[in-house]
């Protein structure tokens, strides 16, 4: 079971920090990763970390502005969220992957095992 915490309210070009945390029995994991949901959209991804080698992957939308980074052996990971726009308003959701994921593949959600229930993220102009 994952936890999700760290979201609220926030104007728009502030910043939060997105914590996760497992809060159940521990289990293995290769790559940790967060997604957002946006109401009436899909989920989609939004950052991931691979334990092996600390390579971190963003999608469009966040580089240069979030930072993943975590603990391999707490499985623990945040997201730092940085000049946020209203168009970041949305559900973060983190997940894990008890399996080795290639890098064309930590943005597909069905391969990812674990996931937290999600913390809202809202952005105001």
């Known amino acids: 079971q994952l936890q999700a915490s760290g979201g609220g309210l926030v104007q728009a070009g502030g910043s939060l920090r997105l914590s996760c945390a497992n809060s159940?029995?521990?289990?293995?994991?290769?790559?940790m990763a967060w997604f957002r949901q946006a109401p009436g959209k899909e989920r989609e991804f939004v950052a991931a970390?691979?334990?092996?080698?600390?390579?971190?992957y963003y999608a469009g939308s966040a580089k240069g502005r979030f930072a993943i980074a975590g603990d391999r052996v707490k499985n623990t990971v945040d997201l730092q969220l940085d000049s946020l726009k209203p168009g970041d308003t949305a559900v973060y959701h983190c997940?894990?992957?008890?399996?080795?994921?290639?890098?064309?593949?930590?943005?597909?959600?069905?391969?990812?095992?674990?996931w937290g229930q999600g913390t809202l993220v809202t952005v105001s102009s």
């Open positions: 159940g029995r521990p289990f293995s994991t290769y790559t």
């Open positions: 997940a894990a992957a008890a399996q080795r994921l290639i890098i064309s593949a930590v943005a597909n959600t069905d391969l990812y095992t674990h």
């Open positions: 970390i691979r334990w092996s080698g600390g390579n971190t």
